[in-house]
């Protein structure tokens, strides 16, 4: 049951990434990246990784799509202008990935059947959970995410204020 | 929810057989479509039907009264007409992101219903991250606006578009500001948590918590407002300059959906401030049901009743306020935002922990809610009297009879 | 189990929703008329001919905009599970929050020291 469902949302992920690289109109392809993100958002609902499945869709889905949209609106290239897509490289791509796709069964055959699977505690991954952790273990990396985020401020208003 | 299945599993044993996963599904799949077809849409028709009327008050004309009594049919015909519409696409548009934009923009508003309370019990699933998730799937919408806006090919569509997604993800921060309050008097983002965690009278609730709650509950308000593209925030689809904003381009049904989504938003928007900060379900009836066990059914329905009635009452706040205030222009739109809202939720914050550690030291605190209570009071008793002072000085009878 | 039966209504609605839609707007392409004409399909300009391309390069001001909300809402995300653990952690996660608040709240001072939220 859980098995389908990660593959059916798996593969919605793919083919949303597929779409994303083989559409020649930028915002086409911001599009089919959403898809993607939903999807990979519903990959960690499976998880039970409740604080990242909100993070996935508010800050990735919502906020970077709305950025890269008013982004390449701001940009507004043509199809015209952009570059023809070089036809070799993704030849060696298809190859790559598809030796990727293979080594990886291989290592699947070659391991067997996992083993026990390991049973996740309780409240895993939920907000209580991962806050807790954030606020007692890791509390000098939050400490710095808030400095990060300044640093991103101010690196805003230096880009735009360029542009302006 | 499960209490619910709980309830049916009980009286109908032939469902006993059956695993009760299933049933849980089946249950949930009912109720869901039971809620999309009769509620959203019932909701979203009928409000068209009002606001047209009450905008007719309002300026001091009619409005519909032609179909069936006193109009109300009005929304019928509409939908019907809409239905035998040509659906069409214009020739300069993206045809995919044109057909698709109005699904997901529906989607988007639909599912934030998973978590919209009806009654104790009575809500489609209780997740734990719960208003959390309310945030993250309504910024889902801003795509498929941008969608329709940029896929339409038409100027119009465009700027309503790009303006809305810029209004959206401003008013984001505020409104998710304005929320953490209640999230630190709760210890919780579930949506029947927080609602717990108010009492059943109303100067319990977490408007008239203290003074910074008070605020923020303004504060949400208005954002939510913004949010939904209501005036005085709706710069996005202002008629006068843009036509109709990124659903210019949109005929028939397509069309219908937009303004569906846009209808239920207005449902939205009520029933979560009446979650957060307006008491919920809460009635006083609850504080009985221990005593009477019996009760404990018709005390949900009265909770129930109580909260629809609250949130449809704040429906008509917002359809009141639309026909009352005139539009913003977008630099003041954005400086409401970003240096009122901000700001201040920002002292929100801070002011409800020094609040909480307070109280927790003085337990006289716990009376500045009555204060509250009776200035929060006090706001439409005002504006009660402005009005009849207005009628008197106008030498203009009072009407209060809806229906002319 | 739990988790994911949680979950289950999110998905199940979601498809509902597309589904609702889909099915009633088939249905009004079959019901509804189709009589096509070269100006019908013109971008609407209030009746006028349309006069240039909209594919026109948009303001930064969007741009700028986009760039804060982000900033900003990741700030909003990080406060959320500090507030829902407030209780449990007292005064040393108001020490923590204080910090980081502060620093957060110098930003917004200087993004509007600087002028970045002006709309001009």
Known sequence: MEAVAFYIIAAIAVFGALLMITRRNPLAGAFSLVVSLIALAGIYAMLRAELIFILQILVYAGAIMVLVIFTIMLLNLREEELEEPPAGKIKTLIILAAVAFGCYGIIKVLSGAPDEVPRVPENFGSVEKVGELMLTSYLYPFEIISVVLLVAIVGVVLLAKKVI | MERLADYIVYNLPFLQQIPRVIVDLIIMLFFATCMLLFWVALFAGITSWVERRVAGRIQSRIGPNRVGPQGFLQWIADGLKCFLKEDFVPAAADKKLFLLAPYIVFAGMFAVFVVVPFGDGLIISNLNIGIFYVLAISSLVVVGILMSGWSSNNKWSLLGGMRSAAQIVSYEIPVSLAILPVILLTGSLGMQDIIRAQGPYPWQWFAFHNPFTFIAFFIFFIGALAEGNRTPFDIPEAESELVAGYNTEYSGMRFVFFFFAEWANLYIIAALTVTLFLGGWNTPAHLYTNLFGLLHRSVDVAGTFVFILKSLFLVFVIIWIRWTLPRLRVDQMMDVCWKYFVPFSFANIVGTIIWMVLADAAPVLGYVRYILFVVGLMVPLAIAMKITRNFRLAKSEIHLNPFI | ?120
Not at chain 3, 17 to 22: E, M, R
Not at chain 3, 34 to 57: A, H, N, Q, S, Y
């Open chain 3, 1 to 120: 189990m739990l988790a994911a039966s949680k979950y289950a209504p999110v998905v199940l609605l979601f498809v509902i929703a597309l589904a609702i839609p889909v099915l009633m707007i088939g249905i009004a392409t079959i019901v509804g008329p189709r009589r096509l004409g070269v100006k019908k399909k013109v971008p609407f300009e209030c009746g006028t001919e349309p006069i240039g391309d909209t594919r026109k390069r948009f303001s930064v001001r969007f741009f700028l905009v986009a760039l804060l909300f982000i900033v900003f809402d990741v700030e909003a995300v990080f406060i959320f599970p500090w507030a829902v653990l407030f209780r449990q952690l007292g005064l040393f996660g108001f020490i923590e929050m204080a910090v980081f608040l502060f620093i957060l709240i110098l930003g917004l001072v200087y993004v509007w020291k600087k002028g970045a939220l002006e709309w001009e």
